[in-house]
């Protein structure tokens, strides 16, 4: 049941993301003495960028910083030349003085991720609660009708009272 409860509370907290990257633009970007790690959350998608410099940087603040755009007007940081499928992207993205990659990571294949351990979950728990109440077998399902200590199918021992782990 916890599993359920957290698995459930994660997968809402991706779908408010996700809903949330349509009108706002959420930035974290951390800047080191080579480079930045930028991470951007835009309209349905995660976008991943690294830029290292060939010259150390030597000005401005380190560490990571947070900052949100309003969506209208935000230019996507990929452009087109690079790979894309279903919303995944990848480019590599270079100039004179810079080289780095952006990756972008479509949200709806991180709530299809999620939301494979509460699936699973409740319909292993219709599936228990159907053969308790037609009185099969937890394990198998066999019909456990005229059957007394164990299941002749499995041999799953059969509990009075019992209840789902
Ligand atoms: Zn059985």
Redesign the pocket.
């Known amino acids: 049941m916890l599993v359920l409860v957290a698995s459930l509370l994660l997968l809402a907290a991706m779908l408010g993301v996700w809903a949330r990257s349509y009108w706002r633009i959420d930035l974290f970007y951390n800047s080191e003495r080579r480079g930045i790690t930028v991470l951007v959350s835009s309209r349905g998608r995660l976008v991943i960028e690294t830029q290292q410099s060939n010259n150390p940087i030597r000005e401005g603040p380190r560490g990571w910083e947070r900052a949100a755009y309003n969506a209208a007007g935000y230019s996507d940081p990929l452009s087109v030349s690079g790979w894309r499928f279903l919303g995944f992207a990848y480019e590599p993205t270079a100039s004179e003085s810079w080289w780095g990659r952006a990756f972008a990571v479509p949200y709806w294949s991180l709530a299809a991720l999620l939301a494979i351990v509460p699936i699973r979950r409740l319909v292993r728990r219709l599936r228990l609660r159907r053969r308790r109440r037609l009185s099969l077998?937890?394990?198998?399902?066999?019909d456990?009708r005229c059957s007394a200590a164990r299941?002749?199918?499995?041999?799953?021992p059969v509990l009075a009272g019992e209840d789902t782990p």
């Open positions: 077998c937890l394990n198998c399902g066999f456990l299941c002749p199918e499995c041999g799953r």
